[in-house]
């Protein structure tokens, strides 16, 4: 009984160290990276451009590859005041800047806030370069808030010059009717199409773009009192989240594709 469990004894020491030895070449060998709390693998795009993309859960970013200001994985949505309706920001390769089409801020490739009244930078999120493949970069699960830049001489170009902008858009048919959302409670970050109404002093995100609100879903974070055009707001296509029946973290994602 001694010998077996003498024997059971180092046959556990052994796989220890075998467990082990293969943990530190992963790690320091550049075998893998560790992926717990990591938001995405994303392709980094060619120099000087960026990308619209989105993490693992949906939600919407930008990565940009800037000459000058390096690589960044910025969020989409613009820095408006937290009880108003979010909104994205589009990309204009010509001037490699971000612009918030609802109040006409401009960000570097950076996020750094350098034109307008938003109320900071975008958000970025930490990512480091994959360490076997050179094209990809892996994002982590950290943020910060950039903060305000030089200033440019005036306002953005309303227009982007060149090339047309650079924005989000859903692929197939992945968009949901909001009363058909928090009926389905789909998981993450969900395309959205409707038109935002205030109804009995509460924010709904109606099905649809017409007047009618006889399908809709509850909004969280949206102040009624910031919804102007006597109580209509945006209408077209948002990206949210369902959370206790309602959408939260609306972010509308204005159709520059058209407009440019």
């Not at 320091?28 to 989105?54: C, H």
């Not at 900071?120 to 050179?134: I, K, Q, T, W």
Request: some cysteine; hydrophobic content about 40%.
């Amino acid at each position: 009984m001694r010998d077996l469990g003498h024997r059971l004894l180092i046959g556990l020491a052994v796989l220890v160290v075998a467990v082990m030895a293969v943990g530190y070449a992963y790690i320091f060998g550049g075998i893998a990276t560790p992926i717990r709390g990591d938001r995405a693998i994303l392709n980094l795009p060619a120099s000087g451009m960026a990308t619209a993309t989105i993490l693992d859960d949906g939600r919407p970013v930008f990565i940009v590859n800037d000459p000058d200001l390096g690589t960044w994985v910025l969020d989409a949505q613009g820095r408006q005041a937290q009880s108003r309706l979010g909104v994205a920001v589009a990309w204009c390769p010509g001037t490699r800047m971000f612009i918030d089409p609802a109040d006409g801020s401009a960000y570097a490739a950076n996020g750094e806030l350098r034109w307008g009244p938003a109320e900071g930078g975008l958000v970025a999120f930490a990512s480091r370069a994959a360490p076997d493949d050179s094209s990809s970069v892996i994002v982590g699960s950290d943020t910060s808030v950039q903060g305000r830049g030089p200033e440019t001489d005036g306002p953005p170009e309303t227009t982007c010059p060149g090339e047309p902008w650079v924005v989000h858009r859903p692929r197939g048919d992945e968009t949901f009717d909001p009363s058909v959302a928090v009926d389905q409670e789909p998981p993450g970050w969900i395309w959205l199409e409707g038109t935002v109404r205030v109804v009995d002093d509460a924010v709904r995100l109606c099905d649809g773009l017409a007047g009618s609100c006889d399908g809709y879903a509850e909004t969280i974070g949206i102040d009624p009192a910031t919804v102007t055009n006597g109580g209509r707001g945006a209408a077209g296509l948002f990206i949210g989240r369902v959370g206790d029946d309602a959408i939260e973290g609306l972010i509308f994602v204005p159709d520059l594709v058209e407009a440019s």
